[in-house]
């Protein structure tokens, strides 16, 4: 009895511990190109399946990593700066005030190995009252068996402007195992905009740590979406964001399907500091074999301030998910709300939606793919497409 | 149209429909009576063929084919569709979407639909989600517009929807079943005479449907037993002067 409880508690454990022995944390460098198109193709499509696409249409911007060195970074517009971590601070001398800001290098051991071997990373900033128009991509990418790969990425969106990132992060088709370390911090200046969208599709045996940190000032605004629909070995990340003004937004969205084999503890922390603040957090989780923690944290410290905290959860089959929803009010006066299930596709819906002519296997795809579509802003067309190739993937685990 | 025979229909181990008889010939439409709890919507359920609802003797006919053991999307492609009283919300689904799929590989005009059910304005909003009695009841009928059916199942379709959506109601089912003055209003003569009426059958404990619509029979379900058939108005003056339980002494 006693052992089946130590079992059942492995799924909730906070996953801080240290990573895997064995990885390098040295790759050889890739010489920086200029031009996009001299890329293997084969690279080039695993991008593409992450929303990066090399061609650059409809970007307004493109930074591309493999493993240690920065491979590409350009932009087409006047009203934003892209380019790898260790060049922007020989730019600017002021960013080194932005790092280590948000995320502390002592928070565990793995932004510690940020610190102490790092890998570059990027530095993408919006110009003061300048709207970007269309989205900047960045990639992140892996191609050598074993690395461990720590970047740290800074991105200030100043005063009064917008810009929409969308991160793709792959592997090589080929890799079995490595380490992705990624140390993020986000600043979005007063009545500013920051769209962020971040699609993994890591191997399966990778083990995979953001560590975020974002800092929103009056005003301003922050939309997060994360997808992760392909196997990963085990992903752990909690970001955290400050509303640190007066009617700062935070939104985070997340997709996240696991596979047999695949462990995901997701979530996020909003910290509601002023009066007007006001926060959402959904995510849509799919187990198909896998273990998903799905958490939410929002800590109501103003008056006036406003969050609702959203979690479902499917198993189709068999897997472990599991929803923490928390929220602290510290204050009088505050509005917070949540709502979480967990539990398998509905038989009065698929037997509803058969009533209307659809046989079982399109009835159980119709109510998955509504199931996922959360309304994102700004997805990649492409992303709809994939989504629903993993929906019909993962049919035959439905039914 | 609908034939059902001798059909008796277990839930969870207890016999709720017992030895049933039922004829719907093409065309008419009949009104199901009964207090809540009599197994009316057992009936509309074993109908529609849904899981937990076990046929344990007897048979249902439609269109001359035996459907008692048939998957419920293929009872649906065959010509029946039903219009329930609570149904599921599904996230992430838009109505418009759906309106879509009911109408299969007939081509259809969704904001056409939409008009005449007064539900443009939900068609992208998620499935059944928050909405409103009358709203569900609309959505219910908009599907059934574009699924077009040749028998209608409705469980208790003015349940929760205020007085001036009943006319409104009302005036749909017409529309669904090619019925009503309404409905001759809008077609020639001729065309009307030809076009044959669907065929309905109407689940009501109040019978407030029936200023709206046109009955052509009714029955009255008490006990899982079917007690009494003629017209649909006399049950319902029956039901009100002297109730349920005194009506299924009369036909005792």
Request: charged residues 25%.
């Amino acid at each position: 009895m006693r052992e089946l409880d130590v079992k059942n508690k492995a799924a909730t454990r906070q996953d801080n511990n240290s990573p895997k022995p064995g990885y390098k944390d040295q790759a050889d460098p890739h010489a920086y190109l200029e031009q996009l198109d001299r890329v293997d193709p084969e690279e080039a499509r695993q991008w593409l399946n992450v929303g990066v696409d090399i061609t650059g249409q409809n970007r307004s911007g493109t930074f591309i990593q493999k493993d240690c060195s920065v491979l590409h970074s350009g932009c087409g517009s006047g009203d934003v700066e892209i380019m790898g971590i260790s060049q922007a601070l020989q730019t600017h001398d002021w960013l080194k005030d932005y790092m280590w800001r948000l995320v502390s290098p002592e928070k565990d051991e793995y932004t510690r190995m940020t610190r102490d071997i790092p890998h570059e990373g990027y530095f993408i900033r919006s110009l003061p009252g300048a709207q970007v128009a269309e989205p900047v991509q960045s990639c992140l990418y892996i191609s050598e068996e074993g690395l461990s790969q720590h970047v740290h990425n800074v991105v200030i969106a100043e005063e009064n402007s917008s810009i929409h990132i969308i991160t793709g992060c792959a592997t090589a088709e080929h890799l079995r195992s490595g380490l992705h370390v990624g140390v993020s911090e986000f600043y979005v200046k007063k009545n500013a905009t920051l769209h962020f969208t971040m699609i993994h599709r890591w191997g399966e045996q990778i083990e995979v740590r953001p560590r975020t940190g974002i800092h929103v000032e009056e005003g301003g605004t922050v939309v997060s979406n994360y997808v992760s629909l392909r196997p990963v070995g085990s992903l752990q990340m909690n970001p955290v964001t400050y509303l640190a003004g007066k009617d700062a937004v935070a939104r985070f969205n997340s997709i996240l399907v696991a596979p047999p084999g695949c462990e995901l503890d997701t979530g996020s922390t909003v910290i509601l500091e002023h009066p007007g603040a006001r926060a959402e957090i959904i995510s849509r989780a799919i187990t198909t074999g896998g273990t998903i923690i799905a958490r939410g944290e929002m800590d109501a410290r103003a008056e006036g301030v406003k969050g609702h905290l959203e979690c479902k959860g499917l198993i189709l089959k068999e897997g472990i998910m599991h929803a923490i929803p928390e929220l602290v009010g510290r204050v009088p006066g505050v509005d917070m709300s949540h709502e979480a299930a967990v539990g398998k596709i509905d038989q009065r819906e698929i037997e509803y939606l058969m009533a209307r002519g659809l046989d079982e296997e399109t009835a159980v795809s119709t109510i998955v793919r509504g199931f996922l579509n959360v309304d994102i802003e700004g997805l990649p067309p492409g992303l709809a497409e994939e989504i629903d190739q993993v929906v019909s993937e993962t049919q035959h685990d439905a039914l | 149209m609908l034939k059902i025979e001798d059909l008796v229909v277990e839930v969870e181990g207890h016999t709720i429909l017992n030895r049933i008889n039922l004829e719907i010939p093409e065309g008419e439409t009949h009104i199901l009576f009964g207090p809540n709890g009599s197994g009316k919507s057992t009936l509309m359920m074993t109908i529609m063929g849904f899981s937990g609802y076990r046929v344990t003797s007897g048979h249902i006919w439609f269109k001359g084919e035996d459907i008692t053991r048939m998957p419920i999307h293929e009872r649906a492609r065959l010509g029946i569709g039903v219009a329930f009283q609570r149904p599921p919300a599904i996230n992430g689904l838009k109505t418009r979407d759906v309106v879509s799929l009911c109408a299969g590989q007939k081509s259809t005009n969704v904001e056409e639909l939409a008009q005449k059910a007064n539900f443009v304005d939900f068609l992208d909003r998620d499935l059944n989600l928050n909405f409103s009695g009358g709203e569900m009841k609309r959505s219910e009928m908009l599907q059934l517009l574009a699924q077009s059916p040749d028998l209608v199942l409705l469980d208790e379709p003015e349940s929760g929807v205020d007085l001036e959506n009943v006319v409104l109601l009302g005036e749909i089912i017409n529309e669904l079943l090619g019925r009503g003055v309404r409905q001759r209003e809008k077609e020639s003569a001729i065309a009307h005479r030809s076009k044959k009426s669907k065929s309905a059958l109407v689940i009501t404990h109040t019978g407030h449907i029936l200023n709206y619509i046109t009955a052509d029979k009714g029955h009255v379900l008490y006990n899982g037993v079917l007690c009494c058939a003629r017209n649909a108005r006399e049950i319902l003056q029956w039901i009100r002067e002297y109730g349920y339980e005194e009506c299924f002494r009369c036909a005792s």
